[in-house]
Structures are given as C-alpha cells and as structure tokens.
C-alpha cells in the first residue's frame, strides 16, 4: 500500500496558503496551483483527477448553493484495490504507519494540530484562518479533508438538548 507522503504534504501547504473564499469559483483556481483536473462539477459537488501517487488519484468536493463545504483526497491507495488478495490483518499495521508518517510530515508544514482522536478511524485536524486541514484514516485508506472554516464550525456546534 502507497501513502503519498509528499504529495499530500504539497497540498496541504498549498490548501493553508491559499486565499479561499468558498465560493465554487475557487476550485478551479485550486486545483490549477495543485496540477489537478477538473472532471465534472455539478450541483452538490465536483469530481476531480490529482496527481497524487495513488491507486484512486481522485478527490471530491461537496457543497451546495454555489459554496464549497469540503474537499475530500485520497492520499494512499484503496485497501481493496492494492491488496485484493491480503488480509486486514497486514493491511491495517500499513494505513498505521502511513498515519504516523503523514502526520509527522504535516507536523513539519502546518501548526500544532486542533484537535486528534486515536483509534481505528484516527483523525488529526488543524484549524486554520482559511481552511481546516483533516488527516482521517478509514478502514481501507487515509483521507486528507479540506473544509470552509464556517462549515466546519456549523458541523461542530453542540446539538440543541431534546427537552422532555
């Protein structure tokens, strides 16, 4: 399994300089800096071919209303497409230490991490003035999230108490 280390370092440096408004009009200057095409933006999102080193070399952008919620990236290959024959059992110490290393490698390029959650589907977040930068593993691959402060902070909010 291959975690594009310095791919998905080369875009998160580039997501925190870049000057996002949120708006769909930024994706195509995005991925333009990234070196990514493009492939099909319609209502609710956007699918989008990187140059990343990896099995999928896809990303996916969901929004609505002409405004971009997130970015979604691949940064290693799928579990399923670069390991059909091996079991989790030798797949999931792979995606452990791709996290480790990618972490580390973003520990170079971005602030102290905002918040992290260990555990299977480990996650570690930075949130910065114009984008919130995602490091999140699932069982078959490690995702790097780009995310609208504003929605991020709209999906942080405390649930309202059920009043009985």
Known sequence: ??????GATRIARLA????????????EPFCAQAGWELVELRQGGASIRT????????????GRQHRMNWISIYVTDLADAATAATPMTVVRPLLDEGFANLTAALTSVLPIPTY???????????????????????????????????????????EPEDED
């Open 1 to 6: 399994m291959h975690v594009d280390i310095e």
């Open 16 to 27: 925190a300089e870049f000057d996002w408004t949120w708006a769909v009009g930024d994706l």
């Open 51 to 62: 140059n990343l080193h990896v099995s999928r070399p896809k990303a996916h952008m969901f």
């Open 116 to 158: 992290s959650e260990p555990g299977p589907e480990a996650t570690i977040r930075r949130d910065l003035p114009k984008v919130v930068v995602e490091l999140s593993m699932s069982p078959r691959a490690i995702h790097l999230q780009l995310t609208s402060p504003k929605y991020q902070a709209w999906v942080d909010e405390p």
